[in-house]
Protein backbone atom coordinates (compact mmCIF):
# COMPACT_ATOMS: atom_id res chain seq x y z
CA UNK A 1 0.00 0.00 0.00
CA UNK A 2 1.41 3.72 -0.95
CA UNK A 3 1.06 5.95 1.40
CA UNK A 4 0.48 9.97 0.14
CA UNK A 5 2.06 12.33 2.08
CA UNK A 6 -0.17 15.77 2.81
CA UNK A 7 0.17 18.39 0.19
CA UNK A 8 2.40 21.23 1.69
CA UNK A 9 1.13 25.14 1.16
CA UNK A 10 3.02 28.06 0.41
CA UNK A 11 1.91 31.81 0.79
CA UNK A 12 3.05 34.62 -1.39
CA UNK A 13 5.53 35.73 1.88
CA UNK A 14 7.24 31.80 1.26
CA UNK A 15 7.52 32.07 -2.26
CA UNK A 16 9.04 35.63 -1.82
CA UNK A 17 11.57 34.40 0.42
CA UNK A 18 12.23 31.01 -1.71
CA UNK A 19 13.29 33.69 -4.75
CA UNK A 20 14.22 36.58 -2.30
CA UNK A 21 11.58 39.16 -3.77
CA UNK A 22 9.09 41.10 -2.77
CA UNK A 23 6.13 39.03 -1.32
CA UNK A 24 3.93 40.83 -3.77
CA UNK A 25 6.04 39.87 -6.90
CA UNK A 26 4.25 36.40 -7.26
CA UNK A 27 0.89 38.17 -7.66
CA UNK A 28 2.79 40.41 -10.31
CA UNK A 29 4.16 36.88 -11.74
CA UNK A 30 0.55 35.76 -12.15
CA UNK A 31 -0.48 38.76 -14.29
CA UNK A 32 3.03 38.33 -16.56
CA UNK A 33 3.72 34.51 -16.55
CA UNK A 34 1.12 32.40 -17.94
CA UNK A 35 2.97 29.47 -16.90
CA UNK A 36 3.16 30.28 -13.01
CA UNK A 37 1.19 28.25 -11.24
CA UNK A 38 -2.49 29.26 -9.98
CA UNK A 39 -2.88 29.59 -6.24
CA UNK A 40 -5.67 28.00 -4.46
CA UNK A 41 -7.86 29.55 -2.46
CA UNK A 42 -8.44 28.31 0.70
CA UNK A 43 -10.94 30.28 2.12
CA UNK A 44 -12.38 33.82 1.00
CA UNK A 45 -9.76 35.66 2.46
CA UNK A 46 -6.66 32.91 2.30
CA UNK A 47 -4.76 31.85 -1.22
CA UNK A 48 -2.05 29.39 -0.81
CA UNK A 49 0.20 27.69 -3.87
CA UNK A 50 1.11 23.90 -3.52
CA UNK A 51 4.88 22.97 -3.65
CA UNK A 52 4.60 20.59 -5.66
CA UNK A 53 3.23 22.75 -8.34
CA UNK A 54 5.65 25.54 -7.66
CA UNK A 55 8.77 23.07 -7.63
CA UNK A 56 7.32 21.89 -11.06
CA UNK A 57 7.20 25.43 -12.44
CA UNK A 58 10.95 25.67 -11.41
CA UNK A 59 11.82 22.56 -13.27
CA UNK A 60 9.99 23.73 -16.32
CA UNK A 61 11.73 27.44 -16.39
CA UNK A 62 15.03 25.56 -15.80
CA UNK A 63 14.80 23.11 -18.76
CA UNK A 64 13.57 26.02 -21.25
CA UNK A 65 16.73 28.34 -19.85
Known sequence: MEVQMPAT???DRQIGER???HHLTPRRWLKTDPT???PIRLTPGCT???LS???AWETA???FA
Open 61 to 63: KAN
Open 9 to 11: YLT
Open 36 to 38: FPR
Open 19 to 21: YNV
Open 53 to 55: DIE
Open 48 to 50: RWK
